[in-house]
């Protein structure tokens, strides 16, 4: 795979990506209409954090940061192949598989498995039920380092092939 290759597919999956975290936040829309049609009670406006807010916010919110960050690695690779012949290491390609399914098991987590955790722990997001929370947010945390570990990689490739077209 080239370095031109590489910044393609990175761009490429990255936009995908980005429409479909627009298409995902329908859902934490869907949850503020229905919530904008629900009596308020007095704890909520004594309480009124995250957990009052929709559950799937920051799946959707990683998702479409995530697929930008992919989009402007994938630019920046593309840019780096006008420049230069380096070769993409196998860690570099490595960047691409992780960042993407980062990105997806961060969706899978925090939008899908929120209905698994819901059921065996019903409520645990608008109630203090943290072994619920805990479960729910530290798989989404092992999504994220994967997502973090990939976009590492990535800014290290971009780096060292600039070095390498700096030397050229």
């Known amino acids: 795979m080239t370095t031109m290759e590489l910044g393609s597919k990175f761009v490429r999956r ?4 980005f429409v479909f975290g627009l298409f995902i936040g329908f859902g934490p829309w869907a949850h503020y209409m229905h919530g904008a049609m629900e009596e308020v009670h007095e704890a ?10 929709c559950p799937w916010t920051l ?5 479409q940061l995530g697929s930008l960050a992919m989009v402007a690695f994938g630019l920046c690779f593309r840019m780096c ?10 860690t570099v390609k490595m960047a691409l598989p992780l960042c993407f ?6 969706f899978v987590a925090g939008y899908l498995f929120y209905f698994v955790v819901n059921h065996m722990w019903p409520d645990f997001y608008f109630t203090p039920i943290h072994e619920g929370k805990d479960l729910w947010l530290g798989v989404q945390g092992v999504c994220l380092a994967v997502c973090f570990v990939g976009a590492v ?3 290290r490739g971009i780096d060292s092939t600039l070095d390498g077209a700096i030397a050229q």
Do not use: C, H, Q
Not at 14 to 17: T, V, Y
Not at 44 to 53: D, I, P, R, S
Not at 81 to 90: E, F, I, L
């Open 59 to 63: 799946a959707v919110y990683d998702t």
């Open 14 to 17: 990255g936009l995908w990506l």
């Open 81 to 90: 192949a006008r420049d230069s012949a380096v070769p993409v290491t196998a």
């Open 153 to 155: 990689m990535a800014v």
């Open 44 to 53: 909520f406006l004594k309480n009124v954090t995250l957990w009052w807010g």
């Open 101 to 106: 399914y980062g990105i997806l098991g961060e």
